[in-house]
């Protein structure tokens, strides 16, 4: 199927390609300004895609707003400025834009009877090193028959593992059996918690809620305190895991993200630590 290509459109991050079937604006640059809404248009015609999807600074929504763009889900206080950042898209296609919003509610309903509660025994997670690059590479195709960015791939991994990324690894008989990665933003000094994988013969044991606390201690020493996840919307295991971690649920993306072949409705969650 491929993989999507991230590149600069001016002097902005771009994700394009057909695996996602969508522009992804994942970082903006507000030079760009207020030039980036045409051009984002122009390059999903161009390409003949569905969808175009924009994190981005609230102060720049008005103007996205106005050429049929629609807010999906809110971050409340992340920016730089102690603004909001918005996940915004503009659906070119009627299919694109539908969503089975009654499932995705009783899975929400279910995450609001859970309390926060703490998760222990995150003392055997490492943060991963590029000798584990191979291990989680096999985890990642063990586990996703597709993704949206191409975790499966060494070379991919390697270059994330130099800019930004966080990987961390449970290991048990030397088998990588679960995982996960925290993307730093240190523009607006949050991060999003992704990429958690768990292999099958090892699911049930809360690795999902271990791997979120212990990224979060790895987080705080650098002192990035707001974080994030976009959440497969139907999974409830995860769901909940970012409930009972303390996360507030803030909007859902409809059709966003090609994962294990197909287009899933993502949920956004969010979560920030009070420091003194």
């Known amino acids: 199927m491929g993989v999507d290509s991230i590149t600069c459109l001016g002097g902005s991050l771009i994700q394009i390609g057909r695996l996602n079937d969508r522009v992804y604006l994942m970082c903006l640059d507000p030079g760009d300004m207020p030039e980036l809404v045409g051009w984002l248009v122009s ?11 924009c994190k981005i600074p609230a102060s720049f929504e008005k ?7 629609v807010r999906e889900a809110c971050l409340p206080g992340f920016a730089a400025d102690e603004g909001d ?10 299919s694109r834009s539908k969503t089975d919003g009654g499932r995705i509610e009783k899975i929400l309903r279910v995450c609001e009877g859970k309390k926060p509660q703490p998760a222990k025994g995150c003392e055997n997670i490492q943060l991963a ?6 291990k989680l590479s096999e985890l990642y195709a063990t586990v996703f028959e ?3 960015f191409p975790i499966t791939d060494s070379a991919y991994l390697r270059e994330t593992m130099d800019n930004s990324t966080l990987y961390f690894l449970v290991q048990q008989k030397g088998r990588a059996v679960a995982a996960s990665s925290c993307e730093i933003d240190f523009q607006n000094m ?10 099958p013969d090892y699911r049930g044991r809360n690795f999902a809620q271990k791997l979120i606390r212990r990224m979060e201690e790895a987080l705080k ?10 959440a497969r919307a139907l999974n409830p295991s995860i769901n909940v895991a970012f409930k009972k971690s303390g996360y507030t649920y803030c909007g859902t993306l409809i059709k966003n ?11 956004v969650w969010h979560k920030k630590i009070i420091t003194v």
């Open 129 to 134: 090193s590029k000798n584990h690059i191979e």
């Open 190 to 199: 949050c991060a999003e918690l992704t990429d958690i994988a768990v292999h």
């Open 221 to 230: 020493q650098i002192n990035v305190c707001k974080y994030f996840t976009i």
């Open 43 to 53: 390059l999903a015609k161009e390409h003949h895609l569905t969808k175009i999807f």
């Open 85 to 94: 950042l918005v996940f915004l898209s503009k659906f070119l296609s009627e």
């Open 146 to 148: 597709s993704y949206p």
């Open 257 to 267: 993200t090609q994962i294990s072949g197909g287009f899933e409705d993502m949920n």
């Open 63 to 69: 103007r996205f707003l106005g050429e049929g763009f």
